[in-house]
């Protein structure tokens, strides 16, 4: 007859996937270094990712493209691992924006015709969005410029994602766009509604990448001057009427009048 472990043993260990699901989404101190890393890697993947598309491919590069890509790759398998609806998981379009870069990462694809297929990771960016609570809990800095940190990425992250379209559906039968360079000035002139002219993108197919640019583009500029001009404002819930907003001095809710315990620097 076998019995069970005996308090002074200790619990029992936890299994493999629930530690590591609590790394992903555990409020404790190892969750929060294990996200700060993966943010960490994102950032630097996508360095990686605009750096290299403006050098000629080279062995070492390739070698690197194919270490990010298992490190991508072990990310994408956790993450699939432990999600409780893994189908829910592989429906999203983010989650098939990676695998696309994954992908592109193993790839061996040579020279720059995989780099709008590697641009596509920048929009790993989006699912960091998990990481709000822990930044507004440890940075004020992020506290205080939430909503134009978060315009400035969408606006990186579309700028980077339609260079990239613009290069790989142009650079073979436009002069004009040789390069990336090439492909990010007509899109920051486009975005701008600069348009100086001295790049134009052919065909019906370029015209539509035109439209879209300039419609997506300006709509996501001028939310990142809305955010930088209006007046600064802190978001708290109000634990009566749920307003997010408020001063960042408020005592009181201007909504419903309930007093606010609103954290700052010295709390």
């Not at 909504?255 to 709390?267: F, M």
């Given at each position: 007859m076998t019995s069970s472990a005996s308090p002074a043993e200790g619990p029992?260990?936890?299994p493999w996937k629930e530690r590591v699901r609590a790394l992903y989404e555990d409020d404790n101190e190892a969750g929060e270094r294990f996200r700060y890393a993966l943010l960490a890697f994102d950032v630097t993947t996508i360095a990686f990712v605009v750096a290299t598309s403006f050098m000629p491919r080279h062995i070492t590069v390739e070698v690197v493209d194919f270490i990010v890509g298992l490190g991508l790759l072990a990310d994408f398998s956790a993450r699939l691992w432990i999600a409780r609806r893994p189908w829910r998981e592989l429906s999203h379009p983010l989650t098939w924006a990676d695998l696309v870069a994954i992908v592109s990462f193993l790839a061996p694809i040579v020279g720059e015709g995989g780099g709008f297929l590697r641009v596509l990771r920048t929009l790993r960016l989006m699912r960091t969005y998990q990481l709000v609570k822990q930044l507004r809990g440890d940075s004020a800095f992020f506290r205080r410029n939430q909503e134009v940190i978060f315009a400035a990425t969408n606006l990186c992250v579309f700028i980077f994602v339609m260079t990239g379209l613009v290069y790989e559906?142009?650079?073979r039968t436009n002069a004009g766009i040789?390069?990336?360079v090439d492909a990010l000035y007509?899109?920051?002139t486009s975005?701008?509604?600069t348009g100086y002219g001295d790049i134009t993108l052919h065909g019906t197919g370029g015209r539509l990448i035109s439209v879209l640019i300039m419609i997506f583009g300006v709509t996501l500029f001028l939310r990142l001057a809305q955010v930088l001009f209006r007046p600064v404002k802190v978001r708290f819930a109000c634990p009566t009427c749920g307003l997010q907003r408020h001063e960042p001095d408020a005592v009181c809710c201007k909504?419903?009048?309930?007093?606010?315990?609103?954290?700052?620097?010295?709390?």
């Open positions: 029992l260990p936890r559906t142009q650079h040789a390069n990336y007509f899109t920051v975005l701008t509604t909504a419903c009048g309930t007093v606010l315990n609103i954290p700052d620097e010295g709390s």
